[in-house]
């Protein structure tokens, strides 16, 4: 179901994305999307597509509003429709960021038990914290149902708006 969904966000923000993907050419020439290797499902790799916000090692000013609305990550609904990310679930990480966060361990398996998703519980918190996330993450894991999915879609829709939960 997802995956429909996902096509059908797709074929919707069409005019969005191709708004979206002129400006990054003109203004930043190419490449126009920012492609990176991801850990998946049960370890796997993936490679997780975004809009390019970055140029030359900084931050573009397209780029800051692009992250500030979410809209850099509009391009992984393919991923989504390709199945290897989920709309809800826990963030995808680079295979260093696995390591350098420990979370490669075996008591962290359940993490890895479902597919990584374009927003989950972590990304609504106010933190940057590793323990917080991962304890948000398993927490997930352990009660995800499609009502907690849709809380956490409607969370992050409106966060641009509202902004994130603080402690």
Request: proline content about 7%.
């Amino acid at each position: 179901m997802q995956r429909i969904l996902a096509f059908i966000a797709i074929l919707l923000l069409i005019p969005v994305l191709a708004v979206v993907a002129f400006v990054i050419l003109v203004v930043d020439g190419r490449p126009v999307f920012f492609l990176q290797t991801r850990v998946a499902k049960d370890r796997g790799r993936f490679t997780l597509i975004k809009f390019r916000t970055m140029k030359d090692g900084s931050l573009t000013r397209f780029g800051a509003l692009l992250r500030s609305t979410g809209i850099d990550e509009l391009p992984q609904l393919i991923n989504v429709v390709v199945g290897t990310m989920s709309l809800v679930g826990p963030r995808p990480l680079t295979p260093g960021d696995v390591e350098r966060l420990g979370w490669s361990l075996p008591e962290f398996d359940p993490r890895w038990s479902v597919l990584p998703g374009i927003t989950g519980p972590a990304q609504l918190l106010g933190v940057c914290d590793k323990h917080e996330t991962m304890r948000a993450d398993l927490d997930y894991v352990k009660h995800r149902t499609l009502a907690v999915d849709m809380a956490i879609l409607a969370r992050s829709i409106l966060v641009p708006v509202i902004g994130k939960r603080t402690n």
